[in-house]
């Protein structure tokens, strides 16, 4: 049974109970308390020496590409509800001139403004 092991990282020895928690089934330590965090050790950093600790997580839902889809209009029943860029464009506009507040109908929000 292996007593002592040397991080391979550093070369700090570390026992043979922290190679064995730690590191990888040959009982190598790529990382220790002296050269990485326990942090990054506790999510595999000593197993390998190209791990640096990141966890290691997939997220089915997240990481895969989602397809963009686009919804056009079939008919002119589909698209009367809709207002183009245009549309508003051409619409008239009317600004008050003169005046340097708005005015308006509903008394608890003009009450809110007045504070």
């Known amino acids: 049974m292996v007593t002592s092991v040397s991080c391979l990282n550093?070369?700090?020895?570390?026992?043979?109970?922290?190679?064995?928690?730690?590191?990888?089934?040959?009982?190598?330590v790529h990382a220790c308390?002296?050269?990485?965090?326990?942090g990054a050790i506790s999510n595999g950093a000593a197993v390998d020496a190209d791990r640096d600790g990141t966890p290691l997580v997939h997220r089915p839902d997240v990481d895969e590409p989602v397809e963009a889809v686009f919804h056009e209009a079939e008919s002119e029943e589909d698209s009367e509800d809709y207002?183009?860029?245009e549309e508003l464009r051409e619409q008239p506009t009317t600004t008050q001139t003169g005046s340097s507040?708005?005015?308006h109908d509903d008394e608890a929000f003009a009450a809110l403004i007045a504070e």
């Open 10 to 28: 550093c070369g700090e020895p570390v026992n043979a109970q922290y190679a064995r928690v730690f590191g990888n089934d040959d009982d190598e």
């Open 33 to 38: 308390r002296n050269c990485a965090t326990q």
């Open 83 to 85: 207002v183009t860029l």
């Open 101 to 103: 507040t708005d005015h």
